[in-house]
């Protein structure tokens, strides 16, 4: 969904973050966003994060986002890419992608060694939170799924 492909074609790279000469993380990165989309963390029970739109769901939520970009609150990504720095497993991760204050709301996609969850974030909390494996809904054998713009729950026949 990066159009015209031509141009943004260039523009999209693999960034290998470092610290000291030793990797901490990698993500894909677009030529002049310093936030994170997709990333990686590496090892025994690293992580990927993936970052998605999510609207508002009350009335006043986009004021609410303004109000908090006003009153410099820390931008979405830039928490993430913090995250990333700093949290080196899957767990943790978690709790701190849940409990960070956020500018805006947002879907942040987990996924670990046979784990995974959906965040659905508030600026100020969670909204609702999909786990991969366990029962989510009131249906039987689901699956989750996310797109750019809406979570959705399907069930197999």
């Known amino acids: 969904d990066f159009s ?3 141009f943004m074609t260039n523009l999209v790279y ?9 990797e901490v993380f990698r993500s894909q990165m677009i030529a002049g966003y310093t936030m994170v989309i997709t990333a990686l963390k590496l090892g025994k029970d690293g992580y990927a994060i993936e970052r998605n739109t999510r609207y508002t769901d ?7 986002m303004i109000d908090n970009l006003e009153t410099g609150r820390i931008l979405n990504g830039w928490q993430l890419r913090k995250i990333l720095e700093n949290v080196n497993n899957f767990d943790d991760a978690i709790q701190q992608i ?5 500018a805006s709301t947002e879907y942040a996609i987990v996924s670990g060694v046979q784990k995974g969850q959906i965040i659905s ?6 909204a609702y939170r999909q786990v991969l ?25």
């Open 98 to 102: 849940s409990t960070v204050p956020y």
């Open 4 to 6: 015209p492909v031509p």
């Open 133 to 157: 494996g366990e029962k989510n809904f009131d249906e039987p054998n689901n699956y989750i799924i996310i797109t750019n713009f809406v979570s959705f729950l399907f069930w197999h026949l």
């Open 58 to 64: 009350h009335w006043g939520g986009n004021k609410e």
């Open 121 to 126: 974030r508030n600026p100020d909390n969670v």
């Open 14 to 22: 693999n960034g290998v973050f470092k610290k000291n000469g030793k």
